[in-house]
């Protein structure tokens, strides 16, 4: 049995889920051996020896009844009823399978096979201590047993054991060193460990033994990517589904490589056909990938919902949970990869920092790497108490969540890089919100809120996601007022720009441009004399294909000036360099608008239809500044064009930026951490009550309001 990666826009650095049917094997020497005591009579005998050969023959359903009729006259031959556990395995039974193969055992537990074939049932059940104790036994019934010691290390991987995972491997491969699989499961446990360029010498191994092996190529593209590399990490997916074209969710990641360096060959159709794959119901992508190509809610929904059914089923039971009693403060738990410097606790140190000790007791549960900074040093300070869950199962998390008595889990990861939706699926608290890290739907039935605000998502769009929308005042997004930006001045010639020429500037991500977009912008610059284009280096790649794209428009490349990434207080202090921020669409700056607004710089956005399209306008309303804000790329060519040759306008624009951004709530992390403790205690005392989750609005007052009529007749 070998594992994948799932093919995600991060690719996670663990195997998450079994691919196709588990390496089941039956004892070799059954048909060869001599009779022993109490064999078959010749006619049971021939019938035995028909199930096996339609068995070896692809017919498991048919060898199954055949070995079920030898159980019927002899219920305790083992050789029937180990193989008819694989075979039941084989059909999807997996209940069935493990009680066949644990009555084989109880008559006779010297057979390693038996062992190494339960094992694989249990860990496709989720049942990893047991499965790795059938593994242990099979090693230990014969030591060069190569095929148990890679499984027994898919095991200890799922358990989040992943160095001795990588013993388990490297002691397969010394019994069989010629075993692609091992070698590809050897590079899962080095990617886990954070060791692409390892990962990707044990994929090459792997390849060289199987040139087909469409796992390998997957997941050897998960490790170019690490190592940034993401030419090759594409060139690596698409030969995958070369291999595999029906690949579950690999298209999207593919997809959203290339957009990574800005590869836009193809990509009308290729975006045609994401659209019509999610349409259908397709495995195509993962959730991430879609909201920065298609502007649409509703595809947005079916696209995270056919992720999340296929990778996260539910694990706990909704009434899992034992009625709360009623007490102050909730005990509100936060789940995240990024306690450190990292943008969404750039964005929320200070509402963690503000929460009311009398209304909130806050954990934090980590799962990301090991941390310390300025960031971590503040999250410390701010949690009633920190669990580093790195090394943990989802259900083992969720289980310490329920035995301290959490009321409230927030995911502030969604389907972002490192995410871990399982722990939701298996259940941390009666009531879990998704907040901040993700822009959109989870669209699973374990996460009953969604904290939003009515610009990211119009009342009328509610039925586009699968949670209960929770709107704050002015805007979702926390932010940390207490930020500085560096205080030395950098001049323009030190950032590499022209000293009087107009600066657009757009610090998003490479892979939210899109050619129409980047089109635009280059009729800016010709219409603007002298103007430059001052982007984030995302990779030599993107800007190398970005610079050809300009002179494809008619502009020199060299108006094109690309910021490499520095730290945050830098960050902020650049941007003092800027005239005019221009946002991308569909997918907008989050965090990297409230840095520019933050900043003093005025930012120009498109607002589209779903959530990650209406952040900057979120943003500008929360300010006071919805000239800043168009609904088509006309418009917004326009309005840039016209602050572009108005100073006088633009210097307005900046004045009062200026002024609002330190009055605003938008900048006060004190106040949404009110608004937050608002929400919670609506949502916890909905949970004493015994009622479902409803949508509601906090008020600025401190106060909220449900917003449909039933939820206020059932309160």
Same mark, same amino acid.
């Given at each position: ?120 049932? %249990? ?18 019934? &014969? ?22 995972? %990588? ?16 070698? /590809? ?74 957009? &990574? ?45 056919? /992720? ?18 009623? !007490? ?5 738990? /936060? ?45 410390? !300070? ?95 997004? !926390? ?39 980047? !089109? ?196």
């Amino acid at each position: 049995m070998h594992r994948v990666l799932p093919a995600s826009w991060n690719g996670p650095t663990r195997p998450w889920w079994i691919s196709g049917a588990a390496v089941l094997h039956s004892r070799t020497s059954i048909l060869s051996r001599k009779p022993s005591k109490g064999a078959l009579p010749p006619a049971l005998q021939a019938r035995y020896r028909e199930a096996v050969a339609l068995h070896q023959s692809g017919h498991p359903a048919r060898a199954s009844a055949l070995y079920a009729e030898v159980l019927a006259v002899r219920p305790r031959h083992f050789d029937s009823l180990h193989l008819r556990g694989v075979a039941a395995l084989q059909l999807g039974d997996t209940e069935r399978g493990i009680q066949w193969l644990q009555a084989a055992i109880k008559i006779d537990g010297s057979v390693g096979p038996a062992h190494f074939n339960l094992g694989n049932a %249990l860990l496709a059940a989720g049942q990893l201590e047991p499965a790795l104790a059938c593994f242990d036994r099979a090693v230990a019934l &014969k030591p060069d047993y190569a095929q148990a010691w890679s499984n027994r290390g898919n095991a200890l991987l799922d358990l989040r054991r992943v160095s001795a995972a %990588l013993d388990s491997y490297d002691r397969a491969l010394a019994c069989k060193a010629d075993y692609a699989d091992a070698w /590809y499961n050897r590079g899962n446990a080095l990617l886990d460990l954070g060791r692409p360029a390892d990962a990707l010498a044990s994929f090459d191994r792997a390849l060289a033994l199987d040139a087909r092996h469409s796992q390998a190529w997957c997941n050897r593209g998960k490790a170019l990517a690490d190592l940034q590399t993401l030419v090759p990490a594409a060139e690596s997916y698409q030969r995958a589904l070369e291999l595999r074209p029906g690949y579950p969710f690999l298209f999207g990641t593919w997809l959203h490589t290339r957009m &990574k360096v800005c590869d836009w060959s193809g990509l009308t159709a290729d975006t045609a056909r994401l659209q019509q794959g999610i349409a259908a119901g397709e495995a195509i992508a993962p959730p991430f990938p879609v909201l920065a190509l298609l502007d649409s809610p509703a595809l947005q929904r079916q696209a995270a919902a056919r /992720y999340a059914q296929a990778r996260y089923p539910r694990a706990a039971a909704p009434d899992a949970f034992p009625a709360s009693a009623p !007490a102050a403060p909730i005990k509100v738990a /936060y789940y995240s990869a990024d306690f450190r410097e990292h943008a969404t606790t750039h964005l929320l140190l200070e509402a963690l920092e503000s929460h009311s000790d009398a209304r909130v007791q806050c954990y934090g549960f980590g799962f990301g790497p090991a941390a310390e900074d300025a960031a971590s040093a503040r999250l410390a !300070a701010a949690f009633h108490r920190f669990i580093d869950v790195n090394t943990m199962t989802d259900q083992q998390v969720a289980a310490l969540s329920r035995e301290l008595g959490v009321d409230i889990a927030v995911d502030l990861k969604g389907y972002t890089r490192d995410s871990r939706p399982g722990l939701f699926a298996a259940g941390c608290a009666p009531v879990q919100v998704s907040y901040l890290g993700y822009p959109g739907t989870m669209a699973t039935d374990y996460h009953d809120y969604l904290i939003a605000d009515t610009v990211v998502v119009p009342p009328a769009q509610r039925g586009h996601y699968s949670e209960q929308l929770v709107y704050l005042p002015g805007c979702y997004q !926390a932010n940390d007022s207490r930020r500085a930006p560096a205080v030395e001045p950098v001049s323009r010639a030190a950032l590499g720009l022209p000293e009087r020429a107009f600066v657009f500037c757009c610090f998003n991500n490479s892979y939210k441009i899109l050619p129409e977009t980047f !089109a635009c912008w280059m009729r800016l610059l010709q219409a603007v004399e002298g103007s430059v284009l001052w982007l984030l280096e995302d990779s030599k790649d993107a800007s190398a294909r970005l610079c050809e794209a300009a002179l494809g428009h008619g502009v020199e490349p060299q108006r094109l000036v690309f910021a490499p990434r520095v730290g945050a207080a830098e960050h902020l202090a650049r941007h003092r360099a800027a005239d005019l921020f221009l946002d991308t669409w569909p997918c907008n700056a989050h965090t990297t608008a409230s840095d520019a607004l933050w900043a003093g710089l005025p930012l120009l956005t498109v607002m589209g239809e779903a959530f990650a399209g209406r952040v900057a306008a979120s943003l500008l309303h929360a300010l006071g500044l919805p000239e800043l804000i168009v609904t088509t790329e006309h418009a917004y060519e326009q309005r840039a064009r016209a602050l572009a040759t108005d100073p006088a306008a633009l210097a307005s624009l900046r004045e009062r930026l200026a002024e609002q951004r330190l009055s605003s709530p938008l900048f006060d992390g004190r106040a949404m951490a009110r608004n937050l403790e608002t929400a919670y205690a609506a949502m916890h005392q909905r949970r004493l009550s015994g009622l479902p989750p409803a949508a509601l609005a906090v008020e600025a007052d401190g106060s909220y309001r449900l917003l449909d009529a039933q939820a206020v007749a059932d309160e």
